[in-house]
């Protein structure tokens, strides 16, 4: 059974598209991430939920908007998509501070 | 702010080398620190922890300990394989958030 699954795991799309990626998780965690990770490998957090309450909203463009239906699913849709959009995601959940966090696969998004 | 930097990669090494990936935090209060591995089309998968000062987080043969006095968190291996080969993320929870640096690819060849 995997523990947090994305979907789906490749998105190729127009600039100026709307497009949503699924975040589901098994864990029984209260908390959810998104994190955005660059062509250099660097890893940014976007949005952070607790118990389908937002936590964190960092700096992200307003195009950018989650949404918890439940604290087992996050999903991330993205409206009018840029070229710069083009990363991988990742979500991610966790049962607390100091017990890390368990990540998805990521859905490697390519805008054209 | 908070923050995590790592040595700067790509680190390549030979099969039975001694690894070490420098880590060093800045981060008010006690947060806890990770070691994080990605392979090559993978997500990220928690190597080790360590939650307060002078802890060792362990894992498959790396480990790590927390230094407070140095603010610290080096990531050590005795023998890498060819299979260790991947970037490796230091990362702090300041209880809001995993904070992470920028990564070190790791190179392992035969």
């Known amino acids: 059974d995997t523990a947090v699954s994305q979907t789906p795991k490749y998105l190729v799309t127009q600039m100026g598209n709307d497009k949503s990626i699924k975040c589901e998780q098994n864990l029984g965690h209260d908390t959810m991430y998104w994190y955005k990770q660059d062509s250099k490998k660097f890893l940014k957090i976007m949005f952070s939920?607790?118990?389908?309450?937002?936590?964190i909203n960092e700096t992200v463009p307003n195009r950018f908007s989650p949404k918890s239906p439940d604290k087992a699913h996050l999903n991330l849709h993205i409206n009018s998509l840029e070229l710069g959009d083009s990363a991988v995601y990742f979500c991610?959940?966790?049962?607390?501070?100091?017990?890390?966090?368990?990540f998805g696969s990521g859905t490697r998004l390519t805008v054209v | 702010g908070n923050s995590v930097t790592q040595m700067e990669g790509p680190v390549t090494l030979s099969e039975e080398a001694f690894l070490t990936i420098n880590c060093t935090y800045t981060a008010t209060g006690y947060p806890s620190l990770f070691w994080y591995v990605q392979y090559p089309g993978e997500g990220l998968q928690l190597l080790l922890k360590a939650t307060k000062a002078d802890d060792k987080g362990s894992n498959k043969g790396f480990e790590a300990t927390y230094r407070k006095e140095t603010t610290s968190f080096h990531l050590e291996k005795g023998s890498v394989q060819v299979s260790d080969s991947a970037v490796y993320f230091c990362?702090?929870?300041?209880?809001?958030?995993?904070?992470f640096g920028k990564g070190t690819t790791l190179s392992v060849s035969s």
């Open positions: 991610a959940s966790s049962q607390g501070v100091g017990y890390g966090y368990t």
């Open positions: 939920y607790n118990n389908k309450e937002l936590i």
């Open positions: 990362a702090l929870s300041d209880g809001t958030a995993l904070i």
